[in-house]
């Protein structure tokens, strides 16, 4: 490709810069071949011409399309050159604010200087069992692939992390081995992984300091190899490190400090255990203080202490060895402030009272005399003596410097060995991954021997990887089959021989410590004139001759020689040391044990020569030590697989998220990076599957280009489109390309959308203008429509409105004369009407008085007639009454000798009924009589009314003819009164005028009065108001309890869900442990059985039942112990709380149902004294028939009688009637009424006989029926009767009654009386009560109405505001008041409705009994023998049980349970048929009474279930069958259990079949336990069934391929499948099918089916949200299209299965918000607010992380701005924080079994003969 397409208009170059290394351009014109210019504008928009050397025409480097930047990979661009690179890097850490990138097989890691929340378990098992290239870069991502390689390759691996100081290697290291503490666990008792991660902080606070560039470096360099059993467990860990920067411990330069551990004992130093140390500040000890910066910001010295002793603990360190630790820490602090004293030049001594020099030989143990000799003294030694010679005292600070340095080496050294040896494993090791956290390149001002070790170590380190890039380039090559060539890369071997060959740097550093007078001088001239000029990576600077060059791979280094000896050299004084070895500390005595192995061992060796030179030969220097260290850490790293993490510090202040360009490229250049990509970009960088090349550009085909092999189709693209075939190669798999083809093609592939856009753009344009031309056209028409219609409408309404003004004209004028006349006419008749109305009262007066005269006198006559008729009437009656009375008293004689008589008695009975018929026929002959009476009266009536209305018409006309002949003679008269009339009138108007006026006075009094009294009543008002507001106020603050008490409901509903969830967990992690404990068992029994009886052989799936089941009771009982003796970190989340108020509401519940049960004994009493009343009242209820025969009867006259009454009163009173109504006291009248009240009491007579006559049948009835057996039932009371006729009475009572007769009529009546008085007694207290609640009605409404006047009145005087508010006020107060009422009536209700229930309970039991007892009487009747019938023998009726052995118990199980397939039981028989089984066994030990038997039953079942479920764990239908049968079982044993709350939907044989001898609510809870880890157990089975399709069927399949298009990806693609094997969303959906069908076949409850569901889609939304969060590349429009498809099918897929209510749908809300913040418009303010209240089921945190990731799949799409972001964290600050990024996959939601009875009756359960049990028998 030629560089003229290339470099085109609009391309963008890079330029170099001194400040920001690499500008972008723009190029202005296209570049030609020999032009020596290009035309360039910057992004500031500058323009420049860039020469161009046209003999060497090097173009500056092409920018990658923007598509292209922000990629994962680096090897991803397609044009790979260092500016790519960092701007790569700069966009990801600045705008994404990503701080891993990965660039090849390397993770570039910078520094964020700032904690983010991408570490926390949730991220570490998103990353876990993922392929590296599927994720966002991560360390996680690298620590995965490492393990993965380990367990798949079974080869060891090694994690390299580099850096310099302050890039974060220490951080990158903890986190990846914190990794893999969490994705493994340990396989021994004790947890290794905390003890590996509790090694950090004690080497970072023995190894770390702080310096200059970061205020955590890492001072050494550390290699820890985690080893792994064979189930890639960790075992244990071992740790090697590399040159201790001793030389920190004397000396710190201006702002560092010294290691941590020195500042946490001073900041401890108040602790009584530290008091002995004589310790205080670190200002007041040298070494401590020689930086000026004791205090790190934001850092704790005194915390940091605490978790240092705390790891030392967690370790197995004791506290004695720690205090050992502090001791001599605490004596190099106080050795460092030893004061030297100058005597002279060549002599120097130490004061004997030196108080540090006495506390360090205190804390050592050693004599202060001694040390004080040997500090300021050495000895010299030669072949025949030694000589003891004083030291000089800059001599003697540096050997008190050096024996500091050399006892914290040792500690250093002694506390590595011991964290070894806590971390050493006796389980065999299988493999190891090791991590390797050491120093990267460094260069300084001056750099001295510890620069050249770190330098050297650096290059063997880039060798090694150099290496391995070019291996792994070449390997791929040769997996692909394509022609390759080697690729030339940089080799640093040359450089490695300059420093470690023989007569290299570190050999003549060697020699020359081994020289007698050996200096740095002389070592520097040695080095000039072995190297100079003989090697072109050593140079000599020209201004100085104690120094020499070294070109690195990454940088030319200056090397100072100044100290390069002493600190090769590192010696100590020997006396100095010998003086420590003679104390009596042991930890002291422990650290020079090796140094003393080390020269017993060397003594051996050179016996045969002198011993003090082979001693000093024998001596290793630092720099042999640390060669060989080094040679070995490579072997080891040659031997695994090395992984690369490359730190970088972004910038020296410590800013975070700022990264400076000129920094990060010395590093990049440093760290091999830039090496990585120049090997890359020497092959073929870019690689694409046919599939992924196809699906990206298939636009740049045509249709016939197409075809169905892909592989062709891609070859026959690239031929057409690339010319040169040596920028690309076909490969078995991939297609490789050239450094710039992909931009290249992309270049062509947006051109051609762009084409195609405009292409688009155009024909909508026309079509759009088309449409808008037609219309305006149409628009146009119409408006000249509506134009002309409006000016011939305004033309005929201007000829309408002329004409009807002439109209209206006309018809004023005549309207204003028709007026005038009828003014003029009503006046005339007014005068008229005035004056006859004057004279009609006159002659009306005049007639009134006549007719009132006449009224009078008769009234008067009447009265006297009336008198003398009633003295006459009386006589009359009291003559007849004596002669009656005589006549009566004559028969009344003859009927007392004929009762005498026996045929009297017998005839009495039989004349009752003839008097009977003789009254009813007087009665209706009577009613006959009243009849004819009535018509009689009525023609009477008739007759006067006509003769009436003749007479009234002959008056009327009278007086017509009477007033008009004195109208015609009084008209002048009239006339004249009239006058009169007007003139009293006007005097009557004079007198108004004045007394209005009067009146005009007072109503102005009045008013004022009236003003004065409303101000009264508006400052009452106020007050009122007042008070109202402070009501008001009142209720706001119950209403805000009234909240708050809500908030707390909800609060404990929360935390019950938590604490049910923590049961739960808790739960699963004991049988967890329950398990684990048996397996050891087993094992050690299989173990011990297997050693003594090594021929024989048991089955191992049924060997130990027997013994298993004999040991359940006793496993069961001790489940409490183990809740209660659970770890002491679980106290965190205050489970005895949690407990005390779970036993508090269970206290509760139980006195509640207490409380309701003592309810129901009382009501229950009450019901059988009801019972007893019953019984004791039956004697009355004959007589209550005969009062209610006797009540009908009188009713129904009494009816009768009020009809004829208010008829005859109708008649009678009757005004409008045509006949007058007689005169009171007229002849008629008075006949009339005498008729009506006689035989009225002739009535009530005849009905008190008839009355008496039947109640007296009545009990001679129930005299018959006393011995029968309706007797009994009705027991009269008939000692009464012969008590009456017994007792003693008075002579005229016997006379009157001697057959008993009377007193029984007398009897009946009172009886009739008292029952009639206790009705109208009821009927006058329910007319009371109506009356008063009437009355409080209306009191309540008359008060409610006064308020309402008032508060209108108030509110009249109020402004508006005010009368809402009030209103509002008025409104609450009148609402709560309902509520109230409301409540209160509700609660009534409520007890009436269970008052009733519990009636019809009683009134069902009494009808059953009475049924029953009915069946038995209709039995009991014998029958009279009939001839023989042959009889069938009925059917045996079973009792719901199965009779069983309790030595079947084992086989029943093993049958039932161990052996049994649930796709057989599913499919051919019941649901639930084990749990029936096992229950129909319990019932028979529950009859039998054998609660031996009953609990090795149950304790059995528990055992057996859960042995299923731990070896079928991962079998979902197996699972899923045994959850449905425990929950079945345990519902089955509260539903027979016999408690109320559980046995009400039973039918009565279920009732019945209840447990009758044990309780087993202990049961239900181990069951519920059972079913809770079956539940959870289902859920993880579940779960990693769908696991891996998650991911792949939501985020990762396309409907349809290539439609939204795919980015490239470099180096680690992530594992992509073709379209024939890709998992789609059916498959999911399919997979969830097969789970529902599973449940529900095996008879699964819904509700347990609904929550179930419910998980599934919670993991569903956890794993594909996760996933989201953690990759850049599904971040774009089109993946939330079809996130949102997919859960579109979810969600169909619930309505199929009528699930939609079970909660699942929301379970998906965080995921569809996800989505629809992908597809939503990001650019404006009002954006963000959208956003931020659509995510309302997001964090925070997510909600920038989805932001931050977005990315453009295609050019047309746009980025996110930061600023736009700023606005949303901006508004989601008000929001609650949450930190959490992801969600817990792993949480599982809390279970409810809700009780589900069985409609299924026991004992119509059939056992199969294919389950084997045919021992059970049926009961």
Not at 84 to 92: E, I, Q, T, Y
Not at 162 to 189: D, H, N, Q
Not at 1713 to 1736: F, N, Y
């Amino acid at each position: 490709m030629a560089a003229s397409e290339l470099y085109s208009k609009n391309a963008h170059v890079w330029l170099p810069d001194a400040s920001e290394v690499w500008k972008s351009a723009e190029l202005l014109r296209d570049y030609n071949p020999g032009d020596s210019t290009l035309s360039l504008q910057l992004e500031d928009g500058t323009v420049l011409e860039h020469r161009i050397d046209p003999k060497t025409p090097n173009l500056p480097p092409l920018r990658n399309p923007n598509i292209l930047v922000g990629e994962n990979d680096l090897t991803a661009l397609s044009y790979l050159h260092e500016p790519a690179v960092l701007h790569n890097l700069k966009v990801r850490f600045i705008d994404s604010k990503l701080i891993y990138t990965y660039c090849g097989i390397v993770l570039v890691a910078i520094n964020p200087y700032e904690s983010l929340p991408i570490y926390e378990a949730d991220i570490i098992n998103a990353y876990s069992g993922q392929n590296m290239g599927d994720m966002d870069p991560h360390i996680f991502a690298v620590a995965e692939e490492a393990y993965k390689q380990m367990a798949r390759d079974q080869r060891n691996q090694s994690i390299i992390v580099s850096g310099e100081s302050g890039a974060g290697k220490t951080v990158s290291a903890k986190y990846a081995m914190r990794y893999f503490a969490t994705v493994s666990s340990s396989s021994g008792e004790t947890n290794v992984e905390e003890k590996v991660l509790a090694s950090s902080p004690i080497m970072e606070a023995f190894g770390n300091a702080k310096t200059t560039r970061n205020d955590n470096s890492s001072r050494f360099g550390k290699y820890i190899e985690i080893g792994f059993d064979k189930d890639l467990c960790i075992i244990g860990a071992n740790m090697r490190t590399y040159l201790l920067e001793k030389s920190r411990v004397v000396f710190q330069a201006c702002g560092e400090r010294n290691y941590h551990i020195f500042y946490q004992l001073c900041a401890s130093s108040h602790l009584p255990e530290f008091k002995a140390f004589k310790l205080g500040c670190a200002e007041d000890f040298c070494c401590t203080n020689q930086g000026q910066s004791p205090v790190i910001d934001g850092v704790d010295d005194a915390r940091e202490m605490c978790s240092t002793r705390r790891a030392f603990s967690l370790l197995g360190i004791d506290e004695n060895d720690q205090l050992d630790i502090y001791q001599i820490l605490s004596a190099i602090l106080h050795l460092s402030n030893v004061d030297v004293k100058e005597q002279s030049a060549d002599r120097c001594s130490i004061l004997p009272d030196n108080a540090h020099l006495m506390v360090f030989c205190e804390l050592m143990g050693v004599p202060c005399d001694e040390m004080a000799h040997w500090l300021c003294h050495k000895k010299l030694q030669t072949t025949t003596e030694t000589f003891v010679k004083p030291v000089s005292k800059v001599n003697a600070v540096h050997g008190r410097d050096a024996l500091a340095k050399h006892i914290y080496a040792r500690l250093f050294t002694w506390i590595v060995s011991s964290i070894n040896a806590a971390l050493t494993s006796t389980v065999k090791q299988r493999s190891f991954i090791g991590v390797l956290d050491i120093y990267g390149f460094e260069t300084f001002d001056v750099n001295s021997f510890e620069q050249f070790c770190i330098n050297y170590a650096n290059e063997k380190l880039q060798q090694q990887f150099n290496l391995h890039v070019f291996k792994l380039e070449q390997e791929e090559y040769m997996k692909e089959e394509i022609p390759w060539t080697l690729i030339d890369f940089h080799d640093n071997q040359p450089c490695i021989n300059l420093i470690e060959a023989k007569l290299g740097v570190l050999d003549l550093l060697d020699e020359e410590c081994k020289m007698p007078k050996g200096s740095d001088d002389t070592w520097a001239q040695k080095l000039y004139n072995t190297h100079l000029k003989q090697s072109a990576y050593f140079d000599k600077p020209r201004l100085s001759n104690k120094a020499f060059i070294i070109h690195h791979f990454a940088d030319k280094v200056e090397y100072h020689c100044v100290g390069f000896l002493e600190k090769n050299k590192d010696t100590v004084n020997e006396e100095q040391i010998n003086v420590l070895k003679k104390s009596k500390f042991d930890l002291l005595l422990k650290l020079f044990e090796d140094e003393e192995k080390n020269k017993a061992s060397t003594n051996k060796l050179s016996s045969s020569g002198r011993a003090g030179k082979a001693q000093r030969d024998t001596k290793k220097t630092v720099g042999l030590q640390f060669r060989q260290s080094l040679h070995l850490l490579m072997d080891t790293l040659n031997a695994t697989t090395p992984h690369y993490v490359r730190c970088i510090k972004p910038n020296d202040i410590k800013a975070p998220f700022t990264l400076d360009p000129l920094r990060a490229v010395q590093q990049l250049r440093a760290c091999g990076v830039l090496e990585t990509i120049r090997i890359s970009a020497a092959g073929f960088p870019s690689r694409w599957t046919y599939q992924e090349f196809f699906g990206r550009y298939r636009i740049l085909m045509k249709q016939k280009e197409v075809l169905p092999d892909r592989k062709q189709s891609c070859k026959n693209l690239l031929e057409k489109l690339i010319q040169d075939q040596q920028k690309y190669q076909f490969g078995k798999n991939k297609i490789f390309f050239r450094a710039g083809q992909v931009a290249y093609l992309e270049k062509l592939r947006s051109d051609k959308l762009r084409s195609a856009c405009v292409g688009i753009q155009k024909t909508i344009r026309c079509w759009v203008a088309r449409r808008k031309y037609l219309r305006m056209r149409e628009s146009t028409i119409i408006i000249q429509k509506h134009v002309r219609a409006h000016q011939a409408r305004s033309y005929v309404q201007f000829l309408r409105k002329t004409k009807a003004a002439i109209v209206i004209q006309s018809n004023v004028r005549m309207w204003s004369k028709k007026r005038r006349f009828l003014q003029q006419r009503s006046a005339a008749v007014t005068i008229q009407r005035v004056w006859r109305g004057r004279v009609a009262r006159k002659q009306y007066f005049k007639l009134l008085f006549e007719s009132k005269a006449l009224v009078i006198q008769k009234t008067v006559r009447g009265w006297l007639a009336k008198q003398r008729f009633r003295r006459a009437m009386e006589a009359v009656v009291l003559l007849q009454s004596c002669v009656r009375r005589m006549r009566a008293k004559k028969e009344l004689k003859k009927l007392r000798v004929e009762a005498r008589s026996v045929e009297h008695f017998k005839k009495l009975n039989v004349g009752m009924e003839n008097k009977i018929m003789q009254l009813q026929h007087k009665i209706n002959e009577q009613h006959k009589e009243n009849r004819e009476l009535t018509e009689k009266l009525s023609v009477l009536e008739k007759t006067n009314s006509t003769e009436r209305e003749k007479q009234s018409r002959e008056i009327e006309n009278l007086r017509k003819s009477e007033q008009e002949a004195r109208g015609k003679a009084e008209t002048v008269p009239s006339l004249l009164e009239q006058l009169s009339f007007l003139q009293e009138e006007l005097e009557n108007t004079r007198r108004e005028k004045e007394e209005l006026e009067v009146h005009t006075k007072t109503f102005k009094e009045e008013t004022r009065q009236t003003i004065h009294e409303l101000n009264m009543k508006n400052s009452l008002l106020n007050s009122n108001i007042e008070e109202l507001n402070q009501e008001f106020s009142i209720q706001a603050q119950q209403l805000t309890e009234i909240k708050k008490t809500l908030e707390n409901s909800k609060q404990l509903e929360k935390d019950l869900t938590e604490e049910r969830c923590r049961y739960q967990s808790l739960l699963s992690e004991h049988l967890q442990l329950e398990e684990q404990h048996k397996d050891l068992k087993e094992e050690m029994s299989v173990s011990v059985i297997s050693s003594k009886f090594s021929h024989q052989r048991t089955d191992s799936n049924y060997s130990s039942n027997s013994s298993e089941f004999s040991q359940i009771l006793s496993s069961t009982e001790d489940e409490e112990g183990f809740t209660q003796a659970e770890d002491p970190s679980e106290k965190k989340v205050d489970l005895p709380i949690l407990l005390k108020l779970q036993r508090r509401v269970k206290e509760l519940e139980e006195e509640n149902r207490s409380l309701w049960h003592q309810l129901d004994k009382k009501e229950e009493a009450q019901q059988e004294k009801a019972k007893e009343v019953e019984k004791q009242t039956t004697v009355g209820r004959t007589e209550l028939d005969v009062e209610k025969i006797k009540r009908q009867e009188l009713e129904s006259e009494n009816k009768r009688l009020k009809q004829d009454l208010s008829e005859l009163r109708k008649s009678l009173t009757n005004e409008n009637s045509d006949l007058a109504p007689p005169a009171a006291g007229s002849l008629p009248y008075n006949i009339l009424l005498d008729q009506l009240s006689s035989s009225n009491e002739e009535l009530e007579m005849r009905k008190e006989e008839v009355l008496l006559l039947r109640s007296h049948m009545v009990r001679q009835e129930a005299l018959k029926h006393r011995d029968s057996v309706l007797g009994e039932s009705v027991k009269l009371d008939l000692s009464e009767i012969h008590s009456f006729q017994d007792s003693d009475r008075s002579t005229n009572i016997h006379t009157l009654n001697e057959d008993g007769e009377l007193w029984l009529a007398y009897e009946g009546l009172k009886e009739t009386n008292r029952l009639l008085e206790a009705q109208m007694q009821e009927q006058e207290c329910l007319h009371s009560k109506k009356y008063s609640k009437l009355v409080e009605e209306m009191n309540k409404l008359k008060a409610e109405k006064e308020q309402q006047q008032k508060l209108l009145a108030q509110s009249l005087l109020l402004p508006e505001d005010a009368r809402v508010e009030a209103s509002l006020k008025h409104e609450i107060t009148r609402l709560t008041a309902e509520n109230l009422e409301r409540m209160e009536e509700q609660e009534k209700q409520d007890k009436t409705i269970r008052k009733l229930k519990k009636q019809l309970k009683l009134y069902m039991k009494k009808v059953e009994d009475l049924e029953v007892a009915h069946q038995m009487n209709t039995s009991s009747v014998t029958s009279t023998p009939v001839t023989q019938v042959h009889i069938t023998r009925k059917e045996k009726e079973f009792q719901g049980m199965l009779e069983f052995k309790e030595a079947d118990a084992g086989r029943l199980l093993k049958n039932l349970v161990l052996d049994l397939k649930p796709r057989g039981v599913a499919v051919s028989f019941t649901p639930g048929l084990p749990a029936f089984i096992i229950f129909m066994c319990v019932r028979y030990a529950d009859n039998v009474n054998d609660d031996r038997r009953l609990s090795t039953l149950l304790n059995s079942t528990i055992s057996s279930i859960k042995g299923v479920i731990k070896r079928k764990g991962n079998d979902f239908e197996v699972v899923c069958f045994w959850l449905a049968n425990a929950c079945r079982l345990m519902h089955c044993l509260k539903q027979y259990s016999g408690e109320e709350a559980f046995t009400v939907h039973n039918t009565a044989k279920q009732n019945k079949q209840c447990l009758a001898n044990f309780e087993l609510c202990e049961y239900h809870q181990l069951f519920g336990d059972l079913a809770i880890q079956i539940y959870r157990q289902l859920i993880k089975s579940m779960e990693n069934i769908l696991l891996p399709l998650i991911v792949s069927c939501m985020l990762e399949h396309e409907n349809v391929q290539g439609v939204l298009g795919s980015k490239p990806t470099g180096l680690r693609k992530r594992s992509s499948s073709f379209p024939e094997d890709a998992v789609t969303v059916e498959v999911l959906l399919q997979r969830l099918s097969f789970f529902h069908t599973t449940m529900s076949q095996h008879g699964m409850d819904s509700d347990v089916i609904k929550q179930v569901v419910r998980q599934q889609f919670y993991i569903i939304c956890a794993v594909t949200l996760n996933n989201l969060l953690l990759r850049k590349d599904m971040c774009s429009w089109g993946k939330g299209l079809q996130i949102r498809y997919n859960i579109w099918q979810l969600e169909e897929w619930l309505a199929e299965r009528e699930l939609t209510d079970c909660g699942a749908k929301e379970t998906l809300e965080p995921l569809v918000q996800a989505a629809q913040l992908l597809q939503i418009k990001k650019s404006t303010e009002a954006d963000a607010q959208a956003i931020c209240s659509m995510c309302s089921s997001l964090t925070s945190a997510q909600i920038v992380k989805i932001l931050t990731l977005y990315t453009p799949v295609i050019e047309f799409e746009e980025r996110v701005s930061n600023s736009f972001i700023t606005t949303i964290k901006n508004i989601l600050k008000v929001r609650d924080k949450s930190s959490s990024l992801m969600m817990d996959a792993k949480k599982i939601f809390s279970v409810t079994f809700p009780f589900s009875p069985s409609p299924v009756p026991l004992e119509s359960i059939q056992i199969p003969t294919s389950l084997n049990l045919g021992f059970l028998i049926r009961v």
